[in-house]
């Protein structure tokens, strides 16, 4: 078996013979035949049966890689499975199942089918063309890693497994130079991920009957990046959870770091048409919802009411606890924005917050509350212009700048916390707003002077 923590003496060799055989049975037209005779005359039995067989076969090669194969051996029944999938796409085709989402772009084995083939010597363009079965518009990390190779692929709208995959994801858009660090801090991450148990696909611990089905728990979809991109992998290429053999085979085909262009910034996603119903105030709330309605004011009518009913419900389950006060108020409104997943879900933002320290996360939050606003021009200042000691406000206050064309300042709730509060006010009403919050016994320091309290 090849080297790994887990294990080193299972037999494989009788769950390959028979992954084997079911698929080549798979592939039978005497087989689809019969499956379609017993569904009525559906033809998109071969389609079922198509997947069936490259569902085992993928399973079979990630088992021939664990048990030592040479990669010379394991290379007939990689073109195997490339025959497959392009039997899988013509059937695919012919049902009129184009827009179907097929089962078989799960990252680990996606990520060791293009690893593999990189390894083989497969040109980008056989291995684009490989790969055209996979459903597109499903999981933007799949969609990403084969767009390297079908750049007319459509792109998904989110991740499928964001938890697990959003780091590596952030690859895609990382500077060539930043790539190994985060490639090798992902593989860390790959092992805390398995023993939580919170890789889709793979089981820890292995039971004792499934031990002869085991395919390893290498990071293809780690490797599947790395040979996409050309990245350079000389840092991390011991790593225990990186399939090293494999990737010192890639590297002699390497070429120079690929740079994706930049995804269109997306649509921002329509508010709920209609209102909920609020949800009646707890009575340590109920005198705030005059300041919190100026907390949010950035927000469209129907997200106000639905993050007040997120807020209220952050309330009641963190049970009963002393008098609400207003510099409460901002922290508890940011909760239920995260509880709600507004950012998430909606792209929005009411309110920022952000320690006094990440400037990163400021420019960030400050980009979202621009969209929020629904400003077509992004705000995106050079980093290198932040020169202040203070970085948290120099970008806090180049927002309140660059907002005055549009109408808009910003303003900073002052809590006491080692942590700025932000939120953009329509010029005009500005002053009665902040009126109400100073009237409900918050602090509110603008920018207008060109400086604000040191949160702390």
Same mark, same amino acid.
């Given at each position: ?48 049966c ?22 010379d ?59 055209? /079965?996979?459903?597109? &518009? ?6 990403? $890693?084969?767009?390297?190779?079908? #750049? %007319?692929? +459509? ?22 130079e ?7 801090r ?31 728990f ?32 890639? /590297?002699?085909?390497? &070429? ?6 930049? $995804?269109?910034?997306?649509?921002? #996603? %329509?508010? +709920? ?28 009518k ?48 009411a ?20 969209r ?77 002077g ?7």
């Open positions: 078996m090849r080297n790994n923590k887990f294990f080193q003496d299972i037999d494989l060799d009788e769950a390959i013979d028979n992954g084997l055989k079911r698929a080549e049975e798979y592939c039978t037209e005497t087989y689809i035949t019969n499956r379609i005779s017993q569904c009525n005359g559906d033809q998109k039995q071969r389609v079922l198509y997947r069936m067989a490259y569902s085992r076969l993928m399973n079979m090669l990630q088992k021939q890689y664990v048990r030592g194969d040479s990669l051996s394991i290379q007939p029944y990689y073109l195997q499975t490339r025959e497959c999938l392009r039997l899988l796409e013509e059937a695919i085709h012919v049902c009129g199942m184009e827009n179907a989402k097929m089962d078989i772009i799960n990252p680990i084995n996606v990520g060791f089918l293009l690893a593999l083939g990189h390894a083989l010597g497969e040109s980008r363009n056989e291995i684009g063309r490989n790969t055209r /079965a996979m459903s597109a &518009g499903y999981d933007l990390f799949i969609d990403r $890693l084969l767009s390297v190779y079908e #750049p %007319e692929r +459509p792109l998904a709208d989110g991740l499928s497994h964001k938890a697990v995959y959003k780091n590596l994801y952030a690859v895609f858009d990382a500077p060539a930043e790539r190994p660090g985060m490639i090798a992902y593989l860390d991450e790959w092992e805390k991920l398995l023993l939580k148990n919170k890789l889709p696909g793979h089981l820890y611990p292995v039971p004792e009957r499934l031990q002869k089905e085991w395919e390893g290498w990071c293809y979809p780690a490797a599947a990046v790395v040979a996409a991109l050309n990245i350079d992998d000389s840092t991390f290429i011991d790593h225990e959870f990186y399939p090293t053999d494999l990737m010192r085979a890639c /590297a002699q085909y390497r &070429g120079e770091p690929v740079i994706l262009p930049p $995804l269109p910034e997306p649509e921002l #996603p %329509e508010p +709920p048409k209609r209102s909920p119903r609020r949800k009646p105030a707890p009575e340590r709330l109920a005198s705030f919802q005059p300041m919190f309605d100026s907390l949010v004011t950035a927000l469209p129907s997200l106000q009411a639905c993050l007040w009913n997120a807020l209220v419900d952050w309330l009641n389950e963190e049970g009963e606890e002393a008098c609400l006060e207003a510099v409460d108020l901002p922290g508890i409104v940011v909760e239920a924005q995260w509880d709600m997943e507004l950012r998430e879900n909606y792209r929005r933002l309110l920022l917050q952000v320690d006094w320290k990440d400037d990163e996360s400021a420019l960030s939050f400050c980009a979202d509350l621009a929020t606003l629904g400003i077509k021009e992004a705000f995106e200042p050079d980093p290198l212009s932040l020169t202040r000691p203070e970085r948290v406000w120099e970008v806090l206050n180049t927002f309140h700048q660059w907002l005055a064309p549009h109408d808009y300042c910003l303003i900073s709730p002052f809590t006491g916390e080692d942590a700025y509060y932000a939120l953009p006010l329509k010029t005009r009403t500005a002053k009665k707003h902040i009126a109400v919050l100073e009237q409900a016994g918050l602090k509110v320091n603008t920018f207008a060109g400086h604000a309290v040191q949160p702390g």
